[in-house]
Structures are given as C-alpha cells and as structure tokens.
C-alpha cells in the first residue's frame, strides 16, 4: 500500500498541471499510474479512461479510482482532493481578479501560445491510446463511426460512449 503523503504529492503535482482541461494529462496520467506506480495496468489504465467518460469530470474520477487501487479509501479520498486542490486555489484567485487580468496583453498572448501545445499533447495522447487499445478491424470501425457521429451530429459524448460499448458486448 502507498503512502496517504506520497499519493497527496502525485496528485497535488498532477493538479498544478490541470490547466487546459484533463485530456492534457492523459500522457501525464499514463505514465506516473502505468509505467512508474504501475498501480494500473494498461488496460486498466484504458478501462478506466472510457468508463470515467460517463461521469462528471471524467479524469478527476480516473484520479479517485487510481487513489482508492494505491491505498484504499483514504488513497481515494486524498487523491481526489489534492488533484482538485490547486484548480480550486487557482479559481479562486482568478475569479475575483478576472476582468482586470483578461486585459493584460501578456496573459492573452501566453494563453495563445498554450493552445497549440495542448492540442500537440491531446493528439500525442490519442496516438498512444489508440496504439494500445486499436487492436482489430471491430475497434477501427468503432472508432470510424464514433468519430463520425461525434463530429457530424449532435449526439451526447455520453450516447456514443454507451452506444460502442453495447456494440462491443454485442460483437463479443
């Protein structure tokens, strides 16, 4: 079992990453509980990913169940709150100075200057994943038709996500 101390330190450095949404961290995320802790597995890593997407801040749960995996409940509870931590700090101190910061030519142009990275790190951390989970012609197809419905409809995340796992019971 890990220490409540050492999962408090991951996850409160994990948090002060958290700028840019959860899916910036997901090559973050891989490697500190995969590769590492080696508290999960890859495929648990991926089950994890895809069935965090059905709750409300998808990586943040991710965080609770790699917590709870490392040292029980208290891991749980010690890793939601500290990943959480340093948002909640930031958001407080943003949010009452908010309208005099947005006018500040540096911040606009740093967060301009973010947006490329972030996508560069999305687009390396859906690389991986797909390497690792994209093993035959049923999970390209579902990732074909997935995409197309995500981008050309206005279906729920949440309706596809259920929809390809039924598909894959199905074809089981």
């Known amino acids: ?39 999960l597995t890859l495929r648990q890593f991926l089950d994890g990913l895809a069935l965090s997407q059905l709750t409300p801040g998808p990586l943040a749960m991710l965080a609770t169940f790699t917590g709870f995996r490392a040292g029980g409940f208290p891991g749980a509870l010690v890793a939601t709150i500290f990943i959480f931590l340093p948002c909640v700090a930031l958001m407080l101190m943003v949010g009452r100075n908010y309208e005099r910061l947005k006018k500040i030519d540096l911040i606009g142009s740093t967060l301009d200057g973010l947006l490329p990275a972030v996508v560069g790190l999305i687009a390396a951390a859906a690389w991986n994943l797909g390497a690792a989970s994209l093993s035959g012609l049923k999970e390209f197809l579902l990732l074909a038709v997935g995409f197309a419905v995500f981008k050309f409809t206005k279906t729920s995340p949440m309706i596809v996500i259920l929809a390809a796992g039924v598909v894959g019971l199905l074809l089981n």
């Open 1 to 39: 079992m890990t220490s409540l101390i050492m999962i408090a330190w991951i996850y409160l450095r994990i948090g002060l990453m958290f700028v840019g949404g959860g899916y910036v961290l997901i090559p973050l995320l891989n490697h500190i509980m995969v590769e590492q802790y080696q508290w």
